[in-house]
């Protein structure tokens, strides 16, 4: 790994990490994952209370390419890209964060 992700990695938030999982959880099960969910989650977990958040937890991921935001309907979709995928590797190697259920997942929320 080279210093700059490494650095990258080291700076992000428990919220960063969640949003990694989620979007991971989420394609594994073949579901869209997008902001909406993304924020009933963090606000389910107690992260959050603002939409403001998510989209901002979101568009940080987005421009470090750790996600990738794509606009399908009128949604914004989340999917996790190779760097993503390496950056939540390191996270769970690391125990950084432990993951939290997700509403999306679970079916409650849409």
């Known amino acids: 790994m080279n210093s700059l992700f490494e650095e990258q990695v080291s700076h992000l938030a428990e919220e960063h990490f969640l949003v990694l999982y989620w979007a991971t959880q989420s394609e594994g099960v073949a579901r869209r994952y997008n902001i909406t969910n993304c924020f009933d989650d963090l606000k389910f977990s ?3 209370r603002t939409k403001q958040t998510a989209m901002a ?19 914004k979709n989340i999917y996790i890209t190779t760097h ?4 939540l590797r390191q996270l769970v190697l690391d125990q950084a964060f432990s993951p939290k259920p ?9």
């Open 57 to 75: 937890t979101v568009a940080a991921l987005d421009a470090l390419r750790f996600v990738e935001v794509r606009d399908e309907g009128n949604r």
């Open 84 to 87: 993503g995928a390496k950056a």
């Open 46 to 48: 107690g992260i959050t």
């Open 102 to 110: 997700s509403l999306h997942l679970k079916g409650i929320a849409s």
